[in-house]
């Protein structure tokens, strides 16, 4: 359309449509390199219509996107934790049952006491 639209200019840099379609791409995305100017009115109505149409197109769903991968990050965050938290129950568990609550929680203040250790 832009090609047809900037036909009849003869300053016009439209000089085939896969130029026209540089222009289109350039235009849409927001980039706007002003290596190509629309000069007749049509021409120039329709690059808006160009650049409008690129922000509802491109722009607008980015921070849907966003949205909804942080979303998705943070339910998993927080099954993970929720897998952790249901991983030590079943050790405590397992540690009452056996009759070795003592052992348990020595290994737990020990581990702990040697990853303290371990960080200075």
């Known amino acids: ?13 439209f000089t085939s449509i896969p130029a026209a379609f540089w222009y289109t791409i350039v235009t849409m995305t927001t980039l706007g390199y002003g290596d190509m100017v629309p000069k007749t009115i049509v021409g ?3 690059g808006s219509i160009c650049s409008l149409s690129g922000v509802l197109v491109i722009a607008l769903p980015v921070p849907v996107i966003v ?7 943070h339910q ?3 099954a993970d934790k929720r897998r952790a938290q249901k991983k030590s129950r079943l050790a405590r568990i397992r540690a009452a ?3 070795s609550a003592n052992a348990y929680m020595q290994s737990k203040r020990n ?10």
Request: charged share 20%.
């Open 76 to 78: 998993n965050q927080r």
């Open 67 to 73: 949205s909804n991968f942080s979303r998705i990050y």
């Open 44 to 46: 120039k109505i329709f």
């Open 111 to 120: 581990g702990f006491l040697s990853n303290q250790l371990q960080l200075c």
């Open 1 to 13: 359309v832009m090609f047809y639209a900037e036909k009849g200019s003869s300053a016009s840099k």
């Open 97 to 99: 049952k056996s009759g």
